[in-house]
């Protein structure tokens, strides 16, 4: 007999955007992207942090005042799109902690990525989301809210007793 308790697919998934997440240096808000393709095989993850070469230490974190983070920082989805090298991303699901903004919507599009499931849609009222909406939906990218079984995944860094 199996065991019961295992999380599904799109749990599996978004615990690993959100693991991904862990990976950004930003202070305020730390978003992580997993696209997996239609044979659900990851195929690449991303989070959102400076580019390349650019030091999280020289460049800014600050979300107001004179210089911002917002003119240098690459959001997870373009990390994880960019992040494939080129592979096929046609009719992938791309897996995000939060709704995608109208300039990675553009890069979803344009990927070939036909489905985004998300947690939170907090920016929903903003013009960047609406505008985000609008282009997936005309584009016929498939839009999912996922309300997962689980709310907590454990992770134990250290190997179980007994193996």
């Known amino acids: 007999m199996k065991r019961s308790g295992y999380i599904s697919w799109d749990e599996y998934f978004m615990g690993v955007a959100l693991l991904a997440a862990h990976r950004s240096k930003d202070p305020n808000t730390q978003v992580g992207a997993c696209i997996v ?13 400076f580019p390349h070469g650019c030091s ?6 600050d979300r107001e005042g ?12 373009l990390n994880a799109i960019l992040n494939s090298h080129g592979r096929s991303l046609e009719g992938a699901t791309i897996y995000v902690a939060l709704f995608p903004c109208n300039e990675c919507a553009k890069a979803i599009i344009q990927s070939g990525i036909k489905e985004v499931v998300y947690l939170s849609d907090k920016y929903a009222h903003t013009p960047a989301t609406k505008a985000s909406r609008r282009m997936l939906t005309s584009a016929g990218v498939k839009l999912r809210q996922l309300e ?9 860094l250290t190997p179980p007793e007994g193996r």
């Open 37 to 49: 393709d239609p044979g659900k095989i990851i195929v690449s993850t991303g989070y959102n942090g």
């Open 56 to 61: 999280d230490d020289e460049y800014p974190w």
């Open 66 to 77: 004179e210089e911002t983070k917002y003119p240098f920082v690459v959001h997870a989805e």
């Open 148 to 156: 997962p079984k689980n709310k907590e995944i454990t992770l134990q």
